[in-house]
């Protein structure tokens, strides 16, 4: 018998009919960040701290601080030396460009630069393009920036090139008051054959906005700019100092020339950022730096410097060891945190898997988002609050910032210390859009939040916001 006869027989017998309903598979429940286990491994998340400055700096783990007293006993300086403590340390040193590498899925360790921060790495472009730039040509920036992906370019248009003879214009792009947004059409008008480059934040540390980085990369490449090396188009950096703490970043999907971060959002102790460029730019571009270390073993005579080997053409002068060698342990620290795995990436030198940190970072960005959605609906359902940037349900920075009616901003940032919530208030460096916006004093108050943040947080920040402005 056919199958079909088989069924229609059974049809028939009624062993089939009514057929049997199947009990709808339940919806897989999508992987969660474990934020109890998160919080377990910091410090302050006893001591009633409601920590909603993530944005400004990030908490370190116990795990970090530990670090440092566990490199003591074996502390020594890098690439100098014969000593096992010394080969040792500089192995750990170099490694740490592998790991920082993969997590942005740059190719190799010859596109990461390390620098003091965010803007010390953009600055470093500055100076590295300084010469680069011909009579007549543009930067252009964007309304929304944080001022260390404005001023060096201001002061290169305004205060470095003029004294060398040279006219380059920073033009501005505007952004929606009402949605926050980037005024694409406004980059698209700006952007013409004389941009040598276009500077954009990935992620606003004010409006929360994230401009889309594809379509301002589309609009770069077809500015018609004729580069040195005969191919067209804009150079194109991103400041990535708010997109790194809690989203995948993948330079090679994003295409981009530039990327600058700060670990110290990273949960990594003060004092490194890094820079990320196409090693062709790395290659041809007078480094930032001059001095030690940069140069090539034994090629410096009076007449003949000669760079050393990429990255460390970069590197000038001692640097900061510890520092480099704890920032890379952080990202290998939050893939352990977000997916707990059998056998820790913490304190190893094994090559991380790009897969691994994707999965901790897709898992780390979906939980802010959860907490931004969250802080948002709250923020809006408060009377007299006026809340600044994109609204719920959209990919944004994990930050709700906002004033309040006839209200000083600093003074409700106070108001809520009082009831142990941090909050940060003034301008965040990001006076352009303060001012564009017309708010007077320039200011508003910001809630940003972490990994580690977590509902609890955000209920008890709102809660007490609600108290300050006298609607509980
Ligand atoms: N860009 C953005 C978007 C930022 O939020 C910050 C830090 N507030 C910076 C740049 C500057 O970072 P840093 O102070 O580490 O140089």
């Given at each position: 018998?056919?199958?079909?006869?088989?069924?229609?027989?059974?049809?028939?017998?009624?062993?089939?009919?009514?057929?049997r309903?199947?009990?709808?598979?339940?919806?897989?429940?999508?992987?969660?960040?474990?934020?109890?286990?998160?919080r377990?491994?910091?410090?302050?998340?006893?001591?009633?701290?409601?920590?909603?400055?993530?944005?400004?700096?990030?908490?370190?783990?116990?795990?970090?601080?530990?670090?440092?007293?566990e490199?003591?006993?074996r502390?020594?300086?890098?690439?100098?030396?014969?000593?096992?403590?010394?080969?040792?340390?500089?192995?750990?040193?170099?490694?740490?460009?592998?790991?920082?590498?993969?997590?942005?899925?740059?190719?190799?360790r010859?596109?990461?630069a390390?620098?003091?921060?965010?803007?010390?790495?953009?600055n470093?472009?500055?100076?590295?393009?300084?010469?680069?730039?011909?009579?007549?040509?543009?930067?252009?920036?964007?309304?929304?920036?944080?001022?260390?992906?404005?001023?060096?370019?201001?002061?290169?248009?305004?205060?470095?090139?003029?004294?060398?003879?040279?006219?380059?214009?920073?033009?501005?792009?505007?952004?929606?008051?009402?949605?926050?947004?980037?005024?694409?059409?406004?980059?698209?008008?700006?952007?013409?054959?004389?941009?040598?480059?276009?500077?954009?934040?990935?992620?606003?540390?004010?409006?929360?906005?994230k401009?889309p980085?594809?379509?301002?990369?589309?609009?770069?490449?077809?500015?018609?700019?004729?580069?040195?090396?005969?191919r067209?188009?804009?150079?194109l950096?991103?400041?990535?100092?708010q997109?790194?703490?809690?989203?995948?970043?993948?330079?090679?999907?994003?295409?981009?020339?530039?990327?600058?971060?700060?670990?110290?959002?990273?949960?990594?102790?003060?004092?490194?950022?890094?820079?990320?460029?196409?090693?062709?730019?790395?290659?041809?571009?007078?480094?930032?730096?001059?001095?030690?270390?940069?140069?090539?073993?034994?090629?410096?005579?009076?007449?003949?410097?000669?760079?050393?080997?990429?990255?460390?053409?970069?590197?000038?002068?001692?640097?900061?060891?510890?520092?480099?060698?704890?920032?890379?342990?952080?990202?290998?620290?939050?893939?352990?945190?977000?997916?707990?795995?059998?056998?820790?990436?913490?304190?190893?030198?094994?090559?991380?898997?790009?897969?691994?940190?994707?999965?901790?970072?897709?898992?780390?960005?979906?939980?802010?988002?959860?907490?931004?959605?969250?802080?948002?609906?709250?923020?809006?359902?408060?009377?007299?609050?006026?809340?600044?940037?994109?609204?719920?349900?959209?990919?944004?920075?994990?930050?709700?910032?906002?004033?309040?009616?006839?209200?000083?901003?600093?003074?409700?940032?106070?108001?809520?210390?009082?009831?142990?919530?941090?909050?940060?208030?003034?301008?965040?460096?990001?006076?352009?859009?303060?001012?564009?916006?017309?708010l007077?004093?320039?200011?508003?108050?910001?809630?940003?939040?972490?990994?580690?943040?977590?509902?609890?947080?955000?209920?008890?920040a709102?809660?007490?916001?609600?108290?300050?402005?006298?609607?509980?």
């Amino acid at each position: 018998m056919s199958h079909y006869g088989y069924v229609s027989e059974q049809l028939l017998t009624g062993r089939l009919w009514p057929p049997r309903r199947r009990r709808p598979k339940p919806e897989p429940e999508p992987p969660r960040l474990d934020v109890d286990r998160m919080r377990s491994h910091f410090d302050f998340a006893g001591t009633g701290r409601v920590v909603t400055n993530n944005a400004a700096t990030s908490q370190t783990p116990r795990e970090l601080i530990e670090l440092f007293r566990e490199l003591s006993p074996r502390y020594e300086s890098v690439h100098r030396g014969q000593s096992t403590a010394s080969r040792r340390i500089t192995e750990e040193f170099e490694e740490s460009f592998d790991t920082i590498a993969t997590w942005l899925n740059a190719p190799s360790r010859r596109c990461i630069a390390t620098y003091r921060n965010t803007t010390e790495a953009i600055n470093a472009v500055m100076y590295s393009l300084l010469t680069e730039f011909r009579d007549g040509d543009n930067v252009v920036t964007t309304l929304m920036e944080h001022n260390s992906n404005f001023v060096p370019w201001y002061a290169l248009s305004r205060e470095i090139l003029p004294r060398l003879g040279r006219r380059v214009e920073c033009r501005v792009v505007r952004f929606d008051h009402e949605t926050g947004e980037l005024d694409l059409d406004h980059l698209a008008e700006l952007v013409d054959d004389r941009t040598k480059l276009v500077c954009v934040t990935g992620a606003s540390n004010f409006l929360g906005t994230k401009p889309p980085l594809h379509r301002i990369r589309r609009i770069a490449d077809e500015s018609g700019y004729r580069r040195g090396d005969g191919r067209s188009g804009s150079l194109l950096l991103v400041d990535a100092a708010q997109l790194a703490p809690t989203s995948v970043i993948d330079v090679i999907a994003l295409d981009v020339d530039y990327l600058a971060f700060s670990f110290h959002k990273v949960l990594a102790p003060f004092g490194v950022g890094v820079l990320y460029a196409r090693e062709p730019l790395l290659q041809g571009s007078l480094p930032f730096l001059y001095g030690g270390d940069m140069i090539a073993e034994g090629r410096v005579s009076p007449d003949l410097v000669e760079y050393g080997d990429l990255p460390w053409k970069y590197a000038a002068g001692t640097p900061n060891v510890l520092g480099v060698i704890a920032s890379a342990q952080a990202l290998r620290l939050l893939v352990d945190l977000a997916l707990d795995p059998d056998e820790p990436w913490f304190g190893t030198a094994r090559p991380l898997p790009r897969t691994h940190v994707e999965s901790a970072m897709t898992l780390v960005s979906s939980h802010v988002r959860s907490l931004t959605d969250a802080a948002l609906r709250r923020a809006l359902a408060i009377p007299g609050v006026q809340v600044y940037g994109p609204g719920p349900d959209v990919s944004r920075s994990p930050l709700v910032a906002f004033t309040v009616r006839g209200r000083d901003s600093r003074q409700v940032a106070s108001a809520l210390d009082e009831h142990r919530v941090e909050a940060r208030a003034g301008c965040h460096c990001a006076t352009l859009a303060h001012l564009d916006l017309k708010l007077n004093p320039p200011a508003s108050c910001r809630l940003s939040f972490a990994a580690y943040t977590s509902h609890e947080d955000v209920d008890r920040a709102f809660t007490a916001l609600e108290r300050v402005v006298g609607a509980r």
